[in-house]
Each structure stands twice: as structure tokens, then as C-alpha cells.
């Protein structure tokens, strides 16, 4: 196949003696001014284009500028024709983009040589940048799939989470989190296989999309937990008809090989400012108000309770009241990691003046199946309430640490509960794969 070669001088006798010359090895088109040219070069795209640079109505250097203004001729080499031996005139042509000056008179063979040169280099340059560009394409492809979620075709944690925190960094306004899970995922995949479990998962992944607007962003974060990120929203009436429209559009009837099993979600919901200002703390507060949901039956939602208007004061009372044995809420606390650190160290310095053995019991849940550990969260904190005497209060550490803080309690006693109340929460098996570590 011939390189398409386009020729502009306006004088016939060259562009004849240039055809003449190039024929022979490439396709030749002639026209003789730089407007018809400009014209031609709207629809075609040839390998080379040779300009004469003196020309009429239109001349070569202001041919080339136009020429450099289309995307599809930017990489097309350009030699210009010249009689004039006036370097300045070289300078401006290479400084607009032209790969070689000839001289007239034009000689056959440097004319051919120059013009090979340049058609080699040039496809050799085009074939580089389209390498570059497919390079550029592939990385990104990759770079998407490493952050999109197989099964559901959902972002991961990392994609929301890099998402939520630039939001929250650059924008400073309000905005929510919803986090969720399937109820009794474990039982359903276990009972009807897990084909029926992930075509459940890319059903609950269509109702999220459904319900929700571009600009939130959708994740499966893990097994059958998923996050949704609300930006510029945190009017309680928004989120809630959000939740109720998802929880209406989940089929609570799924055929389940010619079996009907109701399938319900839990749903925690946290709002920024009123949960916290990083997306660490929306996160952990949207996990906890999962949790309670769980708590409350299941299938249902729960918002966080507002965190950051409590004073230092009325934190510190908190404390005072849980110790005493009187907490005013119950005398079980469930609270945030952060929060059992703080009841830690404060009970730590009652210690040291004088008051009964303090102790914080830490459950790996490392060595469970991700898709296991929501279900199990729950069991074992029922059970170390029923169980442990003197259990103060309880924190989830993200999704694979319990945190349970003993107050007036000898170890060997305490660890003898805590055992023997996993086991009958849990049953043996799990008890055998769960680290647990006291301190």
C-alpha cells in the first residue's frame, strides 16, 4: 500500500516535477493554494504534506497554523518548499512544527530521502503515541476494575472511601452514610447454596442503584455489607424517604429454589457534622447504628445518636454514672471504639487510686469468613452481656474486633465466663477460631 502524499505550491510546472519524482513510491495529490488546500484537508488525512511556502491568498506558515488546529492532521508531517535562502524563514517553519525545509531547485534523490525519512519517523511516532494511548486506556480499565466490585458491579471500600474524604476535605457541607446488610446472609447461603446468595447480593446492588441519584456513590464494602455515600444531605426526612424507598423496593418474597425465604436488611445511617468529621467517624457511627437496628429485630433502620454536642462535662458524668454501677441508659454500654478507650483509661486511674481490677478483653474475629462476622458480632455480644459479670461496656472495632471493657473483675475468673459464654452463644467451633487477648 502507497503513502498518500499531499503537494501545495502554486506554481504547475513544480508540482508536475514533484509528482513526477514521487510517483513512482507514493500517491500524489496536487492543488495549487493553501485555501483549496486547507478545504481538501477538512475530509482527508494524507501521510506527508509538502508546503511552498510563498504563496497567494493563503502562505505556507499560515497554512500550517490552520492545519495544527485539527486534531487529526497534529502528528502529520510537514516539509516546506523554499527559493529563499533567508534563515529566518527556517526558524519561523520549525518553530510552527515543520520536520524539514528542501530548497529550491529540488533535487530528485534528496527529495526522496528527505520524504522517507520523515513518512518513517512520522508513523513511527503515530504508532508510539496510539501504543501510548492504549497503554493509557488499559491502565485505566485496570485502575476502574481494582476499584469496581465483581459480582455487583459497585465500587469497593477504597473507592468510596478516597471519594468521601476528598467531599468531605474540599466541600465542607453536610452528608450521610448508609451502611447495610443482608439479614441472616449466613443462614441463606448455607440453606440455598451460594448461586442463590449472589444473585441476592446483584438484586440487593439494582435496588440500591435504583433508589439512589448519580451524584451518590454505591459500594459493596464486603460479603453482604454495603455503604452509601449522600452528599450535600442531612435532613433526617431526605434520608428516611431514601430508606423507605429501598426497603419498599426490596422483594421481601425471593424465590429460593421453590422455596420462599423472607429477606429483610439492617440499615445504620450517620450524618455529618452531628456523628463526626472525618469519614473514619461517619463510618463508625453508621456501623454502630447498624448494629443497633440488628438489635431492634432487624429489618429496619436506625439513625446515630447525635455525638458531637455533648460537652467534655457531660461526657465525663457519663463516665462517673457507668462506673458507679448507674449508667442512665442501661448498665451495658455500647459505645464507639474511641468512647471505650476513654471509659479504659479513666477507669485505669480509679485503679491506681485504689479501686477494684479493671480489664480490657479484645475478641479476634480475624480467623472468621467476612460474610459470617455480622451475624456473629451480634450473637457475641448477646452472649458476653448474659454471660460475663461486671461487663461494663462493648465497642466494635471495624469489622473484625470486639472490645469489651471488665470493671471489679480478677482475670482468671473473667476469662472462664467470657469462654464459656462465646461457647454457648457461638457454639464450640467458633470459640475455637476466635484470639482473645486480655489486658
Known amino acids: 500500500m502507497k503513502f498518500n502524499i499531499l503537494v501545495v505550491d502554486d506554481k504547475p510546472e ?18 495549487a493554494d493553501g485555501v483549496t488546500a486547507l478545504a481538501y484537508l477538512q475530509n482527508h488525512t494524507p501521510d506527508m504534506i509538502i508546503i511552498d511556502i510563498n504563496m497567494p491568498q493563503m502562505d505556507g506558515f499560515t497554512l500550517l497554523e490552520n492545519i495544527h488546529t485539527m486534531d487529526s492532521l497534529k502528528s502529520v508531517p510537514v516539509i516546506f518548499l523554499t527559493a529563499s535562502a533567508n534563515p529566518e524563514n527556517e526558524i519561523r517553519g520549525l518553530r510552527l512544527g515543520a520536520k524539514d525545509f528542501i530548497s529550491k531547485p529540488i533535487r530528485r534523490e534528496s527529495l526522496l530521502q528527505r520524504v522517507q525519512m520523515q513518512i518513517t519517523q512520522g508513523k513511527a511516532e503515530q504508532e508510539i503515541k496510539k501504543r501510548y494511548e492504549q497503554m493509557k486506556q ?52 448455607d440453606t440455598y447454596g451460594h448461586q442463590t446468595g449472589d444473585n441476592l447480593i446483584k438484586k440487593f446492588a439494582f435496588i440500591l442503584q435504583k433508589n439512589c441519584t448519580e451524584n451518590m ?12 455515600f449522600i452528599p450535600n444531605v442531612s435532613d433526617k426526612g431526605a434520608l428516611s424517604a431514601l430508606a423507605d424507598g429501598i426497603f419498599r423496593d426490596l422483594d421481601t418474597n425471593v424465590n429460593m429454589n421453590n422455596d420462599t425465604k423472607m429477606v429483610g436488611i439492617s440499615m445504620g445511617i450517620a450524618v455529618i457534622p452531628e456523628n463526626g468529621k472525618t469519614f473514619e467517624e461517619l463510618y463508625s457511627a453508621a456501623d454502630d447504628a447498624l448494629l443497633e437496628a440488628k438489635r431492634r429485630g432487624k429489618n429496619t433502620y436506625h439513625f446515630a445518636p447525635i455525638t458531637h454536642n455533648a460537652t467534655k462535662h457531660e461526657k465525663m458524668d457519663r463516665v462517673h454514672d457507668l462506673l458507679r454501677g448507674r449508667s442512665t441508659d442501661s448498665q451495658i454500654l455500647t459505645v464507639k471504639f474511641g468512647e471505650i478507650q476513654t471509659l479504659y483509661h479513666f477507669a485505669r486511674l480509679l485503679k491506681e487510686k485504689g479501686a477494684a481490677e479493671t480489664h480490657v478483653l479484645v475478641i479476634s474475629l480475624e480467623n472468621i469468613q467476612k460474610e459470617s462476622r455480622a451475624e456473629l458480632f451480634d450473637n457475641l455480644m448477646h452472649g458476653l452481656i448474659a454471660g460475663v459479670k461486671n461487663l461494663t461496656a462493648l465497642a466494635k472495632n471495624g469489622n ?9 473483675c480478677l482475670p ?28
Open 400 to 408: 473484625t474486633h470486639l472490645v469489651a471493657l471488665v470493671f471489679d
Open 217 to 228: 456513590i454505591i459500594s459493596r464494602v464486603g460479603g453482604d455489607e454495603f455503604c452509601v
Open 14 to 31: 513544480m508540482l508536475r516535477y514533484i509528482k513526477s519524482i514521487l510517483e513512482e513510491f507514493y500517491t500524489v495529490y496536487l492543488i
Open 412 to 439: 482468671e475468673g473473667m476469662m472462664k465466663a467470657v469462654f464459656d459464654s462465646i461457647q454457648k452463644a457461638c457454639g464450640a467451633e467458633i470459640a475455637a477460631n476466635l484470639k482473645i487477648e486480655m489486658d
Open 138 to 189: 488499559e491502565a485505566e480499565k485496570a485502575r476502574i476494575y481494582a476499584m469496581q466490585d465483581e459480582l455487583s458491579g459497585l465500587w469497593k471500600r477504597n473507592y468510596i472511601k478516597a471519594s468521601a474524604e476528598q467531599y468531605i476535605k474540599k466541600e465542607k457541607r453536610p452528608c450521610a452514610l448508609f451502611m447495610l446488610d443482608i439479614d441472616d446472609f449466613k443462614r441463606i447461603n
